[in-house]
């Protein structure tokens, strides 16, 4: 069967430094990513030196402020770039989403004095961070969190379990989301824990079906103490930091889903003109070359989405419901884009030995995770139609 090497995503990009960005990422891709990557994912092994690369790259805080280490890339850069990273291997790159949204509480609600002491090291110094929202009775329903904070002189003990923590357990530092007074979205408070926290344990990475590579864990705090200093924002105001988060944080979603989308493509052009049955390509069958024409429609559709809404945000205007959009777009446009390409490839698809498998397989995690696609559905009709009548 002959090679059909996939051509590079025509991308509109609005700088020339953006343009030597994303050839950079490329690069690191062609030789320290893809080549390592179904290999990695099988062992469940995490690349934690492929995030060191990056962090030296200056590839973990691109949308920061260079004043403390980030990029000074518009948004619309860098989900490019993500897509680019989830495309060869979505650990990596639905990982720098995570850590990006890590890292939007200090950047958004911090002092100045706290953005100084610890942005630096977290966007450019070789850390790695996690978000601290979700627990095992409270997902959709995040209001409804039960971590507690109580204050204690100047410092404040931090009792509960987080759920479903991507780098739970080898984080260099978590934003943690805990309640501070009483019940409801205002009792919620935003604090930095650092990874290394007396107290702080996690329990052993959840056995998922697909990546593996990733780290998944419940994480549990036992009394442990945070100075006020490594407070953010004011009391109470934790809730609206995790929700201006979790906006920015599906646009990194929705990027990451086109990436694998876009791999999945890749991969059944190329099985679909070099395959021959009954003496020609089985690309020249018009079942097929529909079912690719809809593939490249879903995934074009999605890219666009993603950056309208990504240039909205960079613009300073409102971008909430077009980021729901996105994600609820995207997410749903790379499960049934990795799922045709298994049919494309037909019991070949089923294997272990191409990669289409691995695709659909880390395409459904991203119709759950940063607010399921039921709930972007939720968001979506309460910007049309305002909230519910109870």
């Known amino acids: 069967m002959p090679d059909r090497a996939p051509q590079p995503v025509e991308r509109q990009l609005p700088t020339e430094e953006a343009r030597d960005l ?3 990422v490329r690069d690191i891709v062609q ?39 980030g990029g000074d890339q518009p948004y619309e850069v860098y989900l490019q770039v993500l ?17 990006s949204l890590a890292c939007h509480a200090l950047a958004g609600y911090g002092t100045k004095e706290q953005q100084a002491e ?9 850390l790695l961070g996690a978000y601290c929202l979700s627990e095992p009775s409270s997902g ?16 404040w003990v931090v009792t509960g379990t987080k759920a479903w923590i991507t780098h739970g357990g ?14 409801g979205a205002r009792g919620i408070t935003a604090f930095l824990v650092p990874g290394d926290a007396e107290g702080l344990s996690a329990a052993a990475p959840e056995k998922k079906m697909g990546m593996k590579g990733s780290p998944t864990a419940q994480l549990h705090f036992d009394g442990v103490r945070v100075p006020d200093a490594r407070r953010i924002g004011e009391e109470g105001q934790g809730f609206a930091i995790a929700l201006s988060a979790l906006d920015s944080g599906r646009l990194g979603i929705a990027a990451c889903a086109i990436g694998v989308a876009q791999a999945a493509l890749d991969e059944a052009l190329a099985y679909a003109t070099g395959r021959e049955q009954f003496g020609r390509p089985i690309a020249d069958f018009q079942g097929l070359r529909f079912m690719l024409a809809d593939m490249a429609t ?25 980021a729901a ?10 499960m049934k884009v990795t799922t045709d390409a298994v049919q494309v490839l037909g019991g070949y698809g089923y294997t272990a030995d191409f990669p289409v498998e691995r695709f659909m397989r880390e395409a459904k995690v991203l119709q759950i995770v940063e607010g399921t696609n039921q709930i972007q559905r939720m968001v979506i009709a309460r910007h049309l139609a305002g909230p519910e009548t109870r």
Do not use: N, W
């Open 140 to 155: 959709s329903d995040a209001a409804s969190l039960r971590t507690k904070a109580v204050r204690d002189g100047s410092d």
């Open 31 to 69: 030789r320290e990513i893809a080549p390592r990557a179904a290999e990695q994912e099988d062992a469940g092994r995490f690349p934690r030196e492929i995030f060191t690369l990056l962090s030296e790259s200056g590839l973990l805080g691109l949308p920061y402020d260079s004043e403390f280490g």
């Open 325 to 334: 959009m996105a994600k609820l777009f995207c997410t749903d446009a790379a």
């Open 83 to 99: 897509e680019e990273l989830a495309s060869a291997r979505l650990t990596v790159g639905l990982g720098v989403s995570v850590h």
């Open 118 to 126: 610890h942005l630096p090291a977290m966007l450019g110094g070789g």
């Open 22 to 24: 994303v050839a950079l």
């Open 298 to 322: 879903q995934i074009e559709a999605g890219r666009a989405l993603y950056l309208a809404a990504a240039r909205l945000r960079d613009a300073g205007r409102p971008f909430s419901r077009q």
């Open 170 to 183: 080898i984080a260099d530092f978590y934003t943690v989301l805990a309640r501070t007074g009483g019940e």
